[in-house]
């Protein structure tokens, strides 16, 4: 079964930086938007950021403007999220996930594979 997988997460303290990575392995990234997603502890998963097939970037999230970043290298199938100057409200569960249509959305019920997720956490 298909199912992509990030890592990258960890413990880092307020101000520091991490990259998340995705790897989608099988899929055909052409034809694959692709998101990240990200549940605190007693809230709702969000979306972030999305990345088109041809790049271009959807941010959806007011909170992580001008402090993430999504890429993707289609080449290697993999998906990044370069996330700056963390704070601890950043603490969450985050998730990659693929739709397969070239057009984003932050709809959690439009995505068609999710990630197992990997832990951030932000702390001094």
């Known amino acids: 079964q298909l199912q992509p997988v990030e890592s990258g997460g960890g413990l880092v303290q307020p101000g520091e930086s991490l990259r998340l990575s995705c790897e989608a392995s099988?899929?055909?990234?052409?034809?694959?938007?692709i998101g990240w997603f990200r549940q605190a502890p007693g809230k709702e998963r969000e979306g972030l950021l999305c990345?088109?097939?041809?790049?271009?970037?959807?941010n959806y999230a007011d909170s992580v403007k001008g402090r993430f970043t999504i890429s993707r290298d289609n080449a290697k199938n993999m998906v990044y999220l370069q996330m700056t100057s963390l704070k601890a409200e950043d603490t969450a569960v985050y998730y990659c996930?693929?739709?397969?249509?070239?057009?984003?959305?932050?709809?959690?019920?439009?995505?068609?594979?999710w990630g197992q997720g990997t832990q951030v956490t932000v702390s001094a």
């Open positions: 996930a693929l739709r397969r249509n070239i057009v984003c959305t932050s709809s959690r019920v439009f995505q068609d594979y």
């Open positions: 099988g899929f055909v990234m052409d034809d694959y938007s």
């Open positions: 990345i088109r097939p041809n790049g271009i970037i959807s």
